[in-house]
């Protein structure tokens, strides 16, 4: 069983999959990130999996699809019809139109996915965290953008805090201001999506990717029910850190730790999950001077190289993971 976000975790999935290809994975994926545009809903971390398991991501880009044209983006700028900062592709844009029409429809999210994956056959069971809708948000001040509030209002025209979509900080802002505060919005109503708590009681092993702790495997753990059920499944929990050398290795995970008072660092990420939750965790070796510090939280920790450069480097982390996860359960 793996909690994923998008980039990361879909290559960590591929190389687990390399390393055990007979294996039974089941992936709870982030939903968090999803945004409406266009009257469409975009799943962005279900289909990065997917496409990725699939074979048909863009594999530079790490989204969205390979050979993709953007005919439908461009007729859209020409009504004028924005948003124009997020890239969909016309490839794409089919996959967010039979999601649409299937949810219109009646299906549930879950029952959606899977009918999405019965095209890319990623090989793992790919199921949503939560059916219901849950938005990430980011509260920003006004005044980091350059735009001030409009005078006259009760706080005389200073500037504010606003909260954003998750994809607008992300993508739009490239999480240049300060974040300071992410929200799940929705997730403390959320139930957990059909099969996702059967899975995890029936997971032999827990993995959580060098995916985004707040963002993406943060945002999982926010459905009421979903950290509780890891917790209390009795298998090891081992995950792999995001953040090599005080840096994260890609995308901007600094930022949203920031926002939730965690420092960026590997050390720093285990003991923001915390002994209750996680019983290994893999640092890179340039970070191997913090194994003692996360091993004093209560956390089993080894030093390993982290970099996922391709599928084989991957997997020999993916083995890494599970080796240390066999080493806790003993
Ligand atoms: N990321 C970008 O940096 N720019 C984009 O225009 C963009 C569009 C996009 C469209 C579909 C999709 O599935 C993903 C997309 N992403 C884009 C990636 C996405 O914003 C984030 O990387 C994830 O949500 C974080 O996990």
């Not at 962005?44 to 999996?49: A, K, M």
């Not at 200073?158 to 490239?174: C, G, M, N, P, T």
């Not at 030093?303 to 066999?326: C, F, I």
């Amino acid at each position: 069983m793996v909690l994923a976000g998008g980039i990361g975790g879909a290559r960590f999935l591929r190389g687990l999959k390399s390393a055990v290809p007979d294996a039974d994975v089941t992936v709870i994926g982030n939903t968090g990130d999803d945004i409406h545009l266009f009257g469409l809903k975009v799943c962005p971390d279900l289909d990065t999996v997917m496409y990725t398991l699939g074979g048909g991501i863009h594999e530079g880009q790490g989204w969205g699809r390979a050979d993709e044209t953007f005919a439908v983006k461009e007729e859209l700028a020409a009504y004028g019809v924005g948003p124009d900062w997020f890239g969909l592709g016309d490839r794409d844009f089919a996959t967010h139109i039979v999601r649409t029409q299937m949810m219109s429809a009646g299906y549930p999210l879950s029952a959606v996915t899977e009918a999405l994956c019965t095209r890319w056959q990623p090989g793992v069971r790919l199921l949503p965290m939560t059916d219901d809708r849950v938005e990430t948000h980011v509260l920003i001040d006004t005044a980091d953008l350059g735009e001030s509030s409009q005078a006259g209002g009760e706080d005389g025209g200073k500037d504010s805090r606003k909260a954003i979509h998750f994809q607008e900080y992300w993508v739009r802002l490239r999480a240049s201001v300060d974040a300071h505060a992410v929200v799940p919005v929705g997730a403390e109503s959320a139930k957990p999506a059909p099969g996702v708590l059967d899975a995890i009681a029936e997971a032999d092993v827990v993995l959580f990717p060098p995916s985004n702790p707040v963002v993406s495997v943060g945002t999982i753990l926010a459905v009421p029910g979903i950290r509780e059920a890891i917790a209390d499944a009795g298998v090891p929990v081992v995950g792999l850190s995001p953040i090599v050398g005080g840096a994260p290795v890609s995308g901007m995970a600094d930022k949203v730790l920031s926002a939730v008072g965690v420092e960026a660092t590997a050390a720093a990420v285990a003991q923001h999950y915390g002994s209750g939750l996680l019983d290994g965790w893999l640092v890179d070796t340039v970070d191997a001077d913090s194994t003692q510090a996360v091993e004093d939280a209560g956390i089993r920790c080894r030093a390993v190289p982290l970099m996922m450069t391709d599928t084989e480097a991957t997997a020999a982390m993916a083995r890494e993971a599970l080796a240390l996860a066999e080493e806790v359960r003993a």
